[in-house]
């Protein structure tokens, strides 16, 4: 039989063949859907249609991230709606908002395990792949559908093989080579396609950086991104898995849409300039601009090993007094944990606000919009024009040391050099 | 009308439009004929107002990259968007503008044709072409779901005659892919 990708591998048992081929359409029936606050849309659609039983609700959750706590009582009435249709249909569990965002809460909480495939109704989805499921964004009308009848029709993806190789130099982070991946390939470099990690540097990456590079697949424009099972994702889901698993690794001879090759070694601090996320360029090119807000959040870059990144550039010393830092945990558990260490007490004794987890700033409906003019720094995952709530703002993205050392000088600042100072 | 032909004249969208630019997510829990009026408004005014004049959009490359949210999709059909030709665009803008009964067809050619707002043009689904000044552009087969959905007017009108079936059938309902 035709060896096959890891992608192709989850969707042919997941749509009950022997094998599936790209561009086949198939009927799959996800292991897993998770939602958030726009779960009150898949609500109306569920309704709408007519449905009144949801279809594996025991493997169904949602995690309020997107505008809690309640900005009005629209919002408000919408949260409402979505507990009394959880609690009604069963759902496997629900996350009141401030839990965490659900792409962390959903990995950190071991809903979504090694194989599985994982549908939620938010581009971030793949953001599971880093525990090596294959997971899938969908709309709301499409997560009612999924509830309604315990399938969506997906279009089988190319695989690209992504190759890592080489050490990360000090300074650099897994932020930084996602946006040089973005950079390289373009928001529409992964369009219809699922990238596979690969490569003896990949193998070293942690869980969290792992994330952050499945996170950002979104950016490319891809279906979804994996990091094949490995010992790094057995430590992670044992004794975290709370379904059974089985992990699924690409046969040896599948056809990739193609290879790309990324010397990590030579990587720099990356900032993706303002209006698209493929803006990538080395830190040096945009050192010294100035900045008026810096965002320490997102479910791309705001886990434990990240806050600690900052923590250490901004122990002890004073955030510049014109630039507004707020830092958001991606998940609560990521916020004791750094209570616990010590890391967010720094940060807030260094001048950073902090908030509640969820997506906050990055949503751009709530907490943190941009006036005219002004530019934020972030270690979030989009800056299109508007995604912070104003149009006539900009948005840059980096790593969280990159925003950390800016965040001291008050204009985009390599770490680099902040790094060396504070330590030896 | 015939189903397999929409025929309508275009707004003329350009590159990198993101969905987030579409419809900002301030306004994603609007009545519809509201986020309508907040269609594009992002891009210009000129952009809102010929949207809405025109049931298809010629959009560049990625127009409706980007977040995930369906409210943008929804503003389109609001609107009396039709469908959306050019491209090549974003995964999840496509599925959520089929979901919501607006076709979405690559095709990149058309995006270089030289059409000027107000133009009319022929999607032909049978025969799997664009009509646009006298030519014809070709397009990939639209696969069965994806007809059967937007010919039910959306997903979720699609969504009901399966919980129909299935009620009457006392059978699962299932999306009928092959």
């Known amino acids: 039989m035709r060896p096959l990708t890891l992608a192709e591998k989850i969707l042919a048992r997941a749509s009950g063949q022997s094998t599936v081929m790209p561009d086949q359409i198939v009927e799959a029936k996800p292991d897993f859907c998770y939602s958030h606050d726009y779960a009150a849309f898949a609500i109306d659609a569920f309704e709408e249609m007519g449905a009144t039983r949801v279809v594996g609700a025991d493997r169904a959750v949602v995690c309020f991230d997107h505008g809690t706590p309640a900005d009005n009582a629209r919002d408000a009435n919408n949260h409402r709606k979505v507990r009394d249709f959880v609690r009604k249909h069963k759902f496997a569990e629900f996350y009141e908002g401030g839990f965490g965002i659900a792409h962390q809460v959903m990995v950190e909480e071991g809903f979504v395990v090694p194989g599985a495939l994982v549908a939620a109704n938010d581009s971030h989805a793949p953001s599971g792949g880093s525990v090596g499921a294959l997971a899938i964004g969908t709309g709301e009308t499409e997560m009612g559908f999924l509830w309604a009848t315990g399938n969506i029709w997906l279009k089988v993806p190319r695989t690209l093989r992504v190759e890592l190789s080489g050490h990360l130099a000090r300074g650099v982070y897994a932020k930084d080579i996602i946006l040089q991946i973005i950079a390289k390939l373009g928001v529409l470099g992964g369009l219809y396609q699922v990238m596979e990690y690969h490569g003896e540097a990949a193998g070293r990456l942690s869980m969290s950086e792992r994330f952050t590079l499945c996170n950002m697949a979104a950016e490319l424009g891809a279906k979804g991104a994996v990091f094949p099972y490995d010992d790094v994702t057995a430590e992670y889901v044992s004794g975290r898995a709370r379904f059974p698993f089985e992990p699924v690794l690409p046969d040896p001879g599948a056809a990739y849409s193609g290879v790309f090759d990324l010397d990590l070694s030579a990587l720099e601090p990356m900032v993706a300039l303002p209006g698209r996320e493929d803006r ?10 100035k900045v008026d807000q810096i965002f320490i959040g997102s479910c791309t870059n705001a886990r434990v090993d990240d806050l600690a990144v900052a923590a250490q550039i901004l122990r002890g010393k004073k955030i510049h007094p014109d630039v507004r830092l707020m830092v958001v945990p991606a998940s609560r558990a990521v916020a004791v944990e750094s209570t616990r260490n010590g890391d967010l007490l720094a940060l807030m004794e260094a001048g950073a606000t902090v908030m509640p987890s969820g997506c906050a700033v990055c949503a751009g409906a709530h907490q943190g919009v941009l006036g005219d003019g002004e530019v934020c720094l972030s270690t979030s995952n989009r800056n299109m024009p508007g995604r912070m709530g104003n149009k006539n703002a900009e948005i840059m993205l980096c790593s969280p040391a990159t925003a950390a050392a800016s965040a001291l000088a008050g204009v985009v600042t390599d770490a680099r050099r902040v790094l060396k100072e504070s330590t030896r | 009308m015939n189903d397999d032909i929409i025929r309508g004249s275009v707004a003329v969208l350009g590159d990198f439009v993101s969905a987030d630019v579409i419809l900002p997510a301030r306004y994603s829990f609007l009545p ?21 004049e025109h049931p298809i959009l010629l959009a560049g490359q990625a127009f409706g990259y980007g977040t995930g949210r369906e409210s943008p999709a929804r503003a389109m059909r609001a609107a009396g968007v039709k469908a959306v030709v050019g491209g090549p665009f974003a995964r999840m803008f496509f599925r959520n503008a089929i979901n919501n009964g607006v076709l979405v067809i690559d095709c990149e050619a058309l995006v270089h044709a030289g059409l000027a707002q107000g133009d009319t043009i022929e999607i032909d689904i049978e025969r799997c072409e664009v009509r646009a000044k006298g030519q014809a552009f070709p397009i990939a087969p639209i696969p069965d779901v994806v007809k059967r959905i937007v010919q039910a007017g959306s997903l979720i009108e699609y969504g009901r005659t399966l919980m129909q079936e299935s009620s009457r059938g006392g059978g699962h309902a299932t999306t009928h892919a092959r």
């Open chain 1, 280 to 289: 990538g360029v080395p830190v040096s090119e945009v050192d010294g601009k």
């Open chain 2, 32 to 52: 519809p004929e509201e986020m309508a009026r907040h269609l594009l408004t992002d891009l210009s005014a000129e952009a809102n107002a010929s949207a809405r």
